[in-house]
Every structure is written in structure tokens, then in C-alpha cells.
């Protein structure tokens, strides 16, 4: 089934209730989404921080997606409202880095609505595509932690 | 990973097999006063007996402040903290690491700032009453203040006056500093935490761009930058073309004193970098001095006290145990403002403020050093 196995370079955060029951609903009814597209489940949107989403850029990705639900509609209550400033300052830190505001787009669902699901992800990798790779996707980055196996030790 | 050639290569290039076992580090050392398991001495020892593949070893290297009090005290002058970052860099590049702080975001920043291709917006701080030149002589290194004013924002940290106070004093002074639109993080963060092939991305980066602009000198605001660009960015086979300095050893060069005097008294807070790393004491106070009236906390200078963290790493409870002594130390001199000449000391000593059980006991006006001067050398309102 094509949610499972999709590897690409659009990270999607997505949390466990809506956006998860959506994905579910979305592969039931044996709908797909872009290949590109990972999924990534997360308790809740209000689990994301700036380390989540400047790591997916930092390691690759050309996008990334925040998943989740509304801003009443929180299964924790707090969430979407500890996510808002978060996003500003991951706006705010992308357009210092010059990477472009289009590469991250926070998406607020109810749990039935998978088609909006379906086609927002599509839409979302249209656009990545057409953006191009990232600064950080040609391999010209900076390696994470562990991420040293080519490089000589010192002798 | 534990070739015991290379320990012994490491114990012998920073002169660790010269301890006596006296112990003075760890009675000087600020983290060892609040975490009695931490012991620069011991750890010293252990690695001497058992190399690195040890727990002991393997957890406490990612403690130490690097602060390099212990250095000042060492009968020795062993350079403790650049053999802890030795090891940090032998442990980095198997793999390993201590905790980063804020989820390692910080580092993340660093390192993707060392892309080569990259159209950053830093510069969106310049107001149209501040000169700024492409090209010239004179340079201002901002380093990551774009960033941290950003980062931290639910702090209160306000880090984008200190640049701008910053290019206030030069325009003051008739100089219109080079800014670059494509400067890049100075990467001594990258360095101490071990990831040395980002730091010298980094450099070599900000090397070209320096060149390019054909500057002479080198100014910044921040201890570490300056002291990065100073003393990591040069290669004994090539000789920096430029010359770097921080505000404070500009200014005091310069000769320039306040021509406004605030009725504000103020302590001085030591970054590391600027006390013990690069010997600079007492020109921010001289400065200072001139501006405001200077009190002293009990450890000052080169026996200054440390902020409590360093590199985005392990802030824990044994950070802010010693921040909050920091902060008492200096509310105790009964001084208006802390001044802080290091744009890190003020967003750790802001962030230990905020501590809810001391109910505001703690809080104290804090500013950079170029926010103090800003004013005074310029004679405007302060």
C-alpha cells in the first residue's frame, strides 16, 4: 500500500488522531498520496518544535508538512495552540536560512475529511516540485550527528 | 573507537600526563561547586588510566563548560577544556553525542548555514538612520544575532539592538562598517561540540567572503565570535589577512570614552571568551567605567563565573543551580544593570530569571555591552 512504503523528500508530520484517521480512511478506500510524501506520526501537532522541522530541512527534505487538528478539536486541548508560535519562529528562522516560506505548510483537519487530505497533499508536492531542491538537498549540507561514515577519522 | 595510540597522542599534545593530582581545577571549577560528581581531575585521570570507553569518560565530556577556569588555576596550565574537546571530537565522529539542548535546533541552524548556496535574509535589521557599507576596510561581524533574537524571542531577548547599537558606535565614530548579506555562523559552537568538518566549512565560507570584501579589520560584538575568528580561523602556515577584535579592544584602542555619562551603576559579567580566552578584562570595564558607575561581583575577571552553559549543551539542573548563584552574586552589588559583553551570557542569565520558584527574586536589568555604549559614545538619551 502506497502510505506505508512512499520514501521521498516531503516530510509529513501527522498527528495520531485526525490526520491519522484520515490517512487510514485515505488507504481503506485505496486512495495514494504522492510518492514523495513520508508520513510521520506524532502524538499531537503540539509535539512539533523548530528542532523537528529545521532537522527534516537540515537532513534533506525539500518539504515539510505540519498535520493535525483543528484548533478546538484537540484531543489534548493545548496542542494547536502550542504549535501557533512555534510556526512564526519556523517561518521566521526559514526566511533568515533564505528558504522559501512555500516549503512548510501547516494543514488543520476534521477526522472525515480525507479527500481535502488527499488533494492538499498533492497540491503540496506540485508546489515542492516546482520549487526545486532545497539548499540543503544536494548533498552541499551540513551532516547531522552520526552521519560521519565517509568521513577520515583522525589518525 | 578506543585506540589507545590516539589517547595517548591527545594526553601528550595537550599535556595532560603533567597533572599532579592536585586538584585545584576541580576547586575552581563552577560546574564541580553544584554537581559533586563532576571532577575535571578525576576525569583527567581516568582517561590517562583507562582511555575513553568508560562511562565515566563518555558522559562527563559533554558536561564541562569549557569555561577554562580550571586552566587559570592548573600549576601546570594544563588546557583542559581544548582536551575535552579533543575527545568530544573523537566520541562526534563515531557517532556520538551529549544532550543538546532546545532539541539540537541550534546546531541544526549552524550546520545549515555551512550549505554553500544560500540566500540568506539577515540583514533585515539594518534601519535607514544606520551606515552600512558592501565593501571597505573595516568589518562587522554580527554572527548568529539574527537567529537568537529570533529564537529566543519568548525570552525577551532583544539581540538585534546590540548590532545596531553597534553600528551606531561606528557611524558615531565617522566609520561605515561592511556588513555581509552572506555571512555565516562563526562555528564556534560546531568546534566545542565536536563537529569540526562543519566548523571548517564554516570558516573556509566566511574566509572567502572576507577576502572578497577586502577587509582589514575584523570587529564583533560577541566574545566567541571574536575569539573564533581570532584564534580558530588561523592557520599557522597562513597568516589571517585581517585583524580581529572585539568591540571593547576596538574601542579602548581607539581611544574612545563616553561622552554622556549615565547616573546607572552597572556589574560586569566575564564571558569566557573574552576573559580567559582572549585576556580582555579590562578594556570593557575601562569603557564601561566611563559610562556608567562599575561595580564588582565577587568573581570577576579571568575568575569570573561562568553562565552556566556553553555550546547548546547539557543545560540542566546544574546549569541553572550555577546561574542562579551568578545572578545572586550580582544583584548583591546592588548595581542598576548587568552588563554582559556576550549575546549567550544574556540569554542564559534572562532564561535562569524566569525561574518561578524564586518568585522574581532574581530578575536584574541586563544589557550588552554595546547597548551601554551606544549611547554614551554617541551622547543620545541612553
Redesign the interface.
Known sequence: MSICHSRGSILAFCCNWAAHRCLMALSRKGGSIPREITPLSVMCSGRIDCAMVLGAFERGAEGVMVIGCRDDDCRYGVGPARLAPRLTTIRGLMALLGLEDERFERLALDADQSDRLQERLGAFARRIERLGPSPFADGDRGASIGDHSAEARPS | MNSGN?IRRLVQQYRVFLCIDCGKCTGACPLAQVDSAFSPRLFARRVIEEGIDNDYVRSKVWNCLTCGLCRERCPEGIDFAQFVRALR??Y????Q?GHLS????LQ???????????????CEWISPDLKVAQGGELLYFVGCL??FD??F??LGVNMLPIAADTVRIFNALGITPVVLPDERCCGHDLYWSG?E??FR?LRDLNLAGFRQAGVKTIVTSCAECSYTLKHLYADPSAPLPFEVMHLSEFLHAAGVKAVRRSPLTATFQDPCRLARFQGICDQPRELLGSAVALREMRHWGTAGWCCGNSSWLHCDRYSKQMQVERLCEARDTGADLLVTACPKCQIHLRCAMRDVNRRGNLTMEIRDFASIMAPAVCGTEP
Do not use: T
Open positions: 590516539v571530537r573523537l562526534f565522529e563515531s557517532g553525542s532546545h532539541g539540537g535546533a541544526g541552524l549552524m550546520r545549515m548555514q555551512a550549505a554553500r548556496r544560500l540566500a540568506q535574509r539577515r539574527p537567529y529570533l529564537f524571542n519568548e563537529d568538518r562543519n566549512r
